[in-house]
């Protein structure tokens, strides 16, 4: 089991950033991935950046050059840092914890809105 707790969104104007964190807990060294999602209601569910145990990272085309993600081991933690925020960019964030074993486990947080305003 792990465990996610977001923190980081809120309200920027556009151009503006914001830096989005996920501290994990539980079985912290079985995960194989983390990322984030993001959600507007109604849509799916998409991936805006993940990194794996490599240190790979992956990034939705609409946030590369934009978007950062980070992880600091010491802390347990992933990082998302966001600039050049633009209003398509307001969404619920959630972050993602994957984990592969003989079958795939996705674990998520309970989501941080970042709104940007025009």
């Known amino acids: 089991q792990v465990q996610l707790v977001e923190s980081g969104g809120g309200l920027v104007q556009a151009g503006g950033s914001l830096r989005l964190s996920c501290a994990a807990s539980?079985?912290?060294?079985?995960?194989?991935?983390m990322g984030w999602y993001r959600q507007a209601p109604g849509k799916q569910r998409e991936l805006v950046a993940v990194?794996?145990?490599?240190?790979?990272?992956n990034y939705a085309d609409s946030v590369k050059g934009r978007f950062t993600i980070s992880r600091d081991n010491d802390k347990n933690t992933v990082y998302l840092q966001m600039n050049s925020l633009k209003p398509e960019d307001t969404d619920v964030y959630l972050c993602?914890?994957?984990?592969?074993?003989?079958?795939?486990?996705?674990?998520w947080g309970q989501g941080t809105r970042v709104t940007v305003s025009s």
């Open positions: 539980g079985s912290i060294s079985s995960i194989n991935a």
């Open positions: 993602n914890a994957r984990i592969v074993a003989r079958l795939r486990y996705d674990y």
């Open positions: 990194m794996d145990s490599g240190d790979t990272t």
